[in-house]
């Protein structure tokens, strides 16, 4: 029998809200994603944010702004 694929809710498909969570891997790294649809966010070296979503025009572009 073949089980019906997980909905993913309407705020984490549209990109307006998620519930974000420490996780960690089975080797002790740590994440943080999504506890609603298990999306992830990166962390940079400093512990920002970073991904889609948190860059700046000038870091898309490659330009110094």
Do not use: K
């Amino acid at each position: 029998m073949a089980s019906t694929p997980r909905r993913v809710p309407f705020l984490c498909r549209t990109n307006l809200r998620h519930r974000w969570e420490n996780a960690h891997t089975e080797d002790g790294e740590r994440f943080v994603r999504c506890a609603l649809c298990m999306r992830e966010r990166w962390t940079g070296p400093r512990g920002n944010v970073t991904g889609p979503g948190s860059m700046s025009v000038g870091q898309i572009s490659g330009g110094n702004y």
